[in-house]
C-alpha cells in the first residue's frame, strides 16, 4: 500500500529515509553544570530531519516547524545520545518526520529517552519554490497506523495555521 | 501588581532578564542552497531565552519544553537576525520565555518575521534540583495580559503532559 | 542636524543601526583556568560592529581597524556578556563604531564594564570598492559630542597611517 | 563462542556497541571548491570509534592508531555521508574498530564508498591507566573472521611498533 | 644581554617562545563577499600571542590589551595566511607580543602584509593574581632595539590608562 | 639536486612550502576526563598537510591517503601542541607530506612526540582532475634520503592499492 497523494514520482519506503546518529556530548555541547544546552540537541534533531527528508525527496529542503517538544530527561557531558528519524506521513511537497533521542551514559548505566519530536520539512526545487515528493510505500501496520496519525497531525497544523 | 506565586525572592521585572541578540548568517549556518537551517535558529532562540531566565532567577537553568514553532519566512545567508527574549509567565521553578525571532538582507529590504517560540525554562539549584523563582513583577497592562496568557498555557502543558 | 558629508543618500538615525549581542560565556570560549580569551570577545565585538555598520549602509562592509583595546576586568566561564554596538562618526565610506562589553556572573552579582572598543568599518560595493555611506542624522546632544570625538580620533588616525 | 581473552567481565556482542552517524557535508567542512577536507572526515570516523569503543568498554577511550586509510572517493558539499563503526576484535585493554564511510549526493545518485578504516583504542581507567575491557560475544560466521583478521593486525601492529 | 627587570626566575630567549601559525581561510571564516572577517583574525592573533606568552611564562595567561591595529589588506577564502609571535618586552608580570600576519593566495601570487600588532598578556598564578615572568634574554641588535621600543610603549600605555 | 619528475615547471625546495603550527588544546577538543580526541588531532595534521600541498603545487588539493598513525604520546587540555609539515617527495600530481606532532604543557615541562604521520595529497586543476606539480629542489643530504625513502612508500602504497 502507497500513500494516497497523486504524484508520477516512485514511491519510496520508511527504511530507505531512515537515518540515524550516535554522538558524544562533549564540553562543547554544555552549560558550566554540565547540561547539555536543550537547543544543541533541537539544532541536531533538525539535521537527522533533514537528512531522512532529503533522503526521500532527493532534493534540497527547508524546516517548516517542530512541533511541541519536552525534554523529558536530561543530557550531561560524556553521555552517549542516539537520534533516530524516520519519515512517517507526506503531503504534496511536506514530510513529518518523526526523531525520537536517547541517551545513556557512556561509563555504563541504562539508556533513557530524552526526547521526542515531530518535524515538517519541506521540498524545494532549484527556485527555492515547493517541489512535490515520492509517495510512501508503507510496508507494515505500524508504518500504516503512523501514516494515519500523522495526517491527523497535518490537518491540526493546517487548522492552527490558519487561525 | 506581582505575580501571585509565593515566594520569599524579591519580584522582578520583565525588562530586567530582557535579552537580544542581532546576528549574521554566515555560510557556515546555511545548506548549500543559501537557506538557514531550521536547528540553527531554534539553537539561538535557545541560547537566548537561556539568558533571559538565568537573569531572572539567577542561577543555572535547563530547557524544559519548546512550544509548536512555526517558520513562517526562510532565513537566508548575509541576513541581519534579530532575536528578542522576554519572561511571560513564572511557576514556582519553571519560566515561560517568549523568543521573537525576525529576519533582513544586510543590504537591504524590509524586515521580516521569522518565527516565534514560547521555552519553558527551569531553575536548578547547586544539586540540579529545582529551585524556587522569582516572582514576576508586571509592569503594564500587556504584561499583566501575557502573564494571564502564560498560565493558561503552563496549564495546558501540565494537561497534555499528563495524558 | 545630520552629519555635514555630502551625499545624495537619505541621512539615518543612529537608533536604525544599534546592535546589541547577549551572549553566555562557555566552556569553548575559555581556557582552562575558565577565564575567556581575549580574541573570543574582540571576535564578537567585530560581529556587532558588523552588523551595525552594514545597517547603516545596506551594503557588505569590511573592518578597517580596531582601536588600542584594554580588558580592564576578566570575563569566565558561566558570565552573562552584553555587546552594544552604535555608530558615532561616518566619513564617506568609512564608519566609526562603539561597542561596549559588559558582563555579569548567570548566578548574580553586580555587572562590571570589560572592554569598550572604537572599530573602523569600510562600505564596499559589488566590485570590493569603498562605496559611499548615507550621512548620520545626529538626534541628541550626546550623538553630537560623540560625532565630533570621532571625527578627530579619524584625523588621528588619518596622521597616524600617514607616517 | 566468544573471544579467548580472558576476562571477568561478562561477554558483550558486536551489535550491542555499533554505532553510525549519518551527516550532511556543509560549507564549513569543505575547501573553496567543494571538496570535504580529508581531516574532517578522520575525525568524524574517530567520533564513532571512540562511541563504538566506549559502549563496549563502558569506560573512558583514547586513540592509539589509526592504520593507513584511503580515501577512494572525494566527497563534496552537499553530499549524505554515512558512518558505521563495529568493533571486530578485542585485547586485554585494547579494541580493533572497523569504520566504513559511504557518500550519496543528496539530490540523487549512487552512493559510493570513499573509506574504509581501522582504528584502536584503548579503555581507561579513572587513573589513566589501560583498563580491561569485555570479551567479545561473537554470533556469527562473518563476526568470526573478522575477529581472526583483526588478531593478525594486532599482532602485525606490534612488530611494527617493536621496530 | 638580560632585561633589567629584577626575577630570580632564569632569563629566557626570543626564540623559545616564538610561536607561528599557518592557517587556510575557509568558507566559515568569510561573509558572503568571500572577505574574512577582521575579528576572526584578530582571534587567531590573540590564540598565537597566548602560545607565545604561555610558553615564556610557563604559566596561564591572560590578554590584558590590544594596541590599534589596522587592516591594510584584505583577506580572502583560499588564502594561506601566516601568524607569526613574538615577545619583545617584558615588565614584573606583563608582556608584549608582537605579532604579524602575512597572506598569500593559495593559488599563488605574492604574499601581502595583512596587519601588526601588539598584544600585551599578564601571567597568572593559580589564584588567578599576576605572576612574576623570567626576564628577557636578548640575543640580537634587532633584539634589544625592539625591547626598548616596547618600554616605551609599556610606558605609553601605563599614561594611557592613567588618564 | 631536483627530482627526476619530468615536468615543465620549475623546482621549488622544501623550505618554500613548510608549514607549522602552535595551538592550544582547549576543552572544546577534549573528552570529559581532559583527553584530547585522536580524530582533533588528526583533523588539524591534514590541514598542515594541505597548506604544505597547496604551497608546493599552487594550486587546490584533495587528500589521497594517510599511512598508519600512532599515537605515543596522550595530548591534554592546556597543552601547546606544534605540527610541522615538509614535503618529502612528488610524483606526477601527487605529493607525500611528513607531519611530526608534538606536545609540551604551557605550564612548563619536558615536550613529547605525539605522532607522525604520512599524508598523500593531489594537486587539481579547476575541473577536479590530477594536476602536474613542481619537481622538488632537493637542498640537503637529509632531503635526499627523505625523498628516496618516499619514493619507496609511494611504490609500497601502489602495490597495496593495486591488490
Redesign the interface.
Known amino acids: 500500500m502507497t500513500a494516497t497523494v497523486a504524484s508520477s514520482l516512485p514511491p519510496r519506503t520508511v527504511a530507505l529515509s531512515r537515518?540515524?546518529?550516535?554522538?558524544?556530548i562533549?564540553?562543547?555541547d554544555?552549560?558550566?553544570?554540565g547540561?547539555a544546552?536543550?537547543?544543541?540537541i533541537?539544532?541536531?534533531?533538525?539535521?537527522?530531519a533533514?537528512?531522512t527528508a532529503?533522503?526521500h525527496a532527493?532534493?534540497?529542503c527547508?524546516?517548516?516547524?517542530?512541533?511541541?517538544?519536552?525534554?523529558v530527561a536530561?543530557v550531561h557531558?560524556?553521555d552517549?545520545v542516539r537520534f533516530d528519524a524516520r519519515i512517517t506521513c507526506v503531503g504534496r511537497s511536506s514530510m513529518e518526520i518523526w526523531v525520537r533521542v536517547d541517551a545513556e551514559p557512556?561509563?555504563?548505566g541504562a539508556p533513557r529517552r530524552v526526547l521526542e519530536a515531530f518535524?515538517t520539512m519541506v521540498a524545494?526545487d532549484a527556485d527555492?519554490r515547493p517541489a512535490a515528493v515520492p509517495p510512501l510505500a508503507l510496508e507494515t501496520e505500524e508504518e500504516r497506523r503512523r501514516f494515519a496519525e500523522g495526517q491527523a497531525r497535518m490537518a491540526a497544523?493546517r487548522r492552527?495555521?490558519g487561525r
Open positions: 537515518a540515524t546518529m550516535d554522538r558524544l562533549v564540553p562543547s554544555v552549560n558550566f553544570h547540561n544546552f536543550g537547543g544543541k533541537l539544532a541536531d534533531v533538525d539535521q537527522v533533514y537528512i532529503s533522503r532527493k532534493t534540497t527547508v524546516t517548516a516547524s517542530f512541533d511541541r517538544a519536552d525534554f536530561p557531558v560524556g552517549l557512556s561509563e555504563g518535524v524545494l527555492n497544523r492552527e495555521a
